[in-house]
Structures are given as C-alpha cells and as structure tokens.
C-alpha cells in the first residue's frame, strides 16, 4: 500500500481553489475608469434589503432578485455591510463615492462536486483523485467565464449608517467578442442606464 505526505493534498486543493476562486481589485487610472473618487451617487427611492441579506441588484432600471437577474446582461448591486434578522431600508440620498475599484468575478463552475469529492477521499486514494482533477481542468481549457466589474465604495451616512458599496458588472462571457459590448465594464452612462430611475452615479 502507499502512502503520501499530507502536503500532498494540500497541493491538489490549492489547484482546485485557483479553478473556483478568481479575482483582482485595483484602483484605476481615468483612462481606465471614468469614475473617480470624489464623486456621487444617487439613490432615488428606498431600497429594501431581505433580511439575512447584503445584497439588492438592480437590472434595466428595475429591482431584481439573485435568482430574478441575468448574468448575461450587465448589472448593478447595492450592498450593505452587516445583516440583519429584519429586513433593513436604505433611503434615498446622495452618497459620496470615497473609494473606486475594478476587478473580475467568477461564477463557481463545475469543479465544486471535484472539491466535495476531494474532502472525501483517503490519502490512499489520491492517485486516481490527482488524475481527474487535472482531467478536469485540461477538458475546460478555454478562458473561464467572468464578470468585469467596478465597485464603488459609499460613505456612510446617519440616515444610511450601513450603506457600503455600489458594484456594476458586465455580462459574463469567455472573452469572445460576441460578447462585446455587454461584456465591458460598465463605465459611468452604461452603470446609470442599468440603474434609470433608481439612481445615478455624477460628478460633483
């Protein structure tokens, strides 16, 4: 029978987690971002968070649920900071943005069961565990689907104390330029066409 050290695993997890978890977050140059520090946004009408929840995103000017949104279309989400076991209300005021940020997001792929799999295996089963990981990752080997974003981090405020930050993204897409224009990053006219009436992002 052989054995293997426990750095063994360790190793074929990491691997795994670089499949699941991506990302980068920079501040950017106006060359690249046409936001900047400084700046506002605008809330025009309250926005009710569920409770247990940070999130509400917002979709071709209207509301929508995590479940309700297309990830093939550019989006926005409103988060907030702590949760709560009631639903909390953010009111409508103007917001200055005291930090902007872009980066990338990735939606979990099918390298999730490997992981469950992973957590279930003996230490003498990792030859044949080893092998399908990387069986795996070879038969996905064009550009992981992402989403570009924009995150722009929002001052608190006494009436909005738990406010914490606006993301925008484009569709998710491979980088294939049928993708294209959807799958830019939102800059400031595309970020308040997805927001319409709900808000708007200006200068001061």
């Known amino acids: ?16 987690g670089l499949v699941l ?15 900047q520090t400084g700046e506002f946004f605008t809330l025009n009408q309250p926005i009710t968070i569920a409770a247990d929840a940070a999130t509400q995103f917002i979709q071709f000017g209207q509301l929508s649920s995590r479940n309700g949104f297309s990830r093939f279309d550019p989006h926005c989400r409103i988060e907030i900071k702590q949760l709560s076991e009631q639903p909390q209300t953010l009111l409508p005021e103007t917001f200055t943005i005291s930090k902007v940020q872009i980066g990338e997001e990735q ?20 030859p044949s565990l080893e092998q399908r990981l990387l069986a795996n990752n070879d038969s996905d080997s064009q550009r992981p689907e992402t989403m570009d974003t924009v995150m722009l981090y929002l001052e608190p405020t006494a009436k909005n104390p738990n406010i914490f930050r606006l993301v925008c993204a484009g569709s998710l897409s491979d980088g294939s330029l049928k993708d294209a224009p959807r799958s830019y990053r939102p800059q400031r006219t595309q970020i308040n066409d997805i927001l319409g009436s709900l808000g708007k992002v200006s200068t001061p």
């Open 107 to 126: 939606v979990a792929s099918n390298a999730l069961p490997l992981l469950a799999m992973a957590q279930q295996q003996t230490l003498t089963d990792l």
């Open 21 to 35: 978890i991506t990302g980068c977050s920079t501040t950017p140059p106006k060359s690249m971002m046409n936001i």
């Open 1 to 16: 029978m052989k054995t293997f050290f426990l750095t063994r695993p360790i190793k074929i997890l990491s691997a795994l």
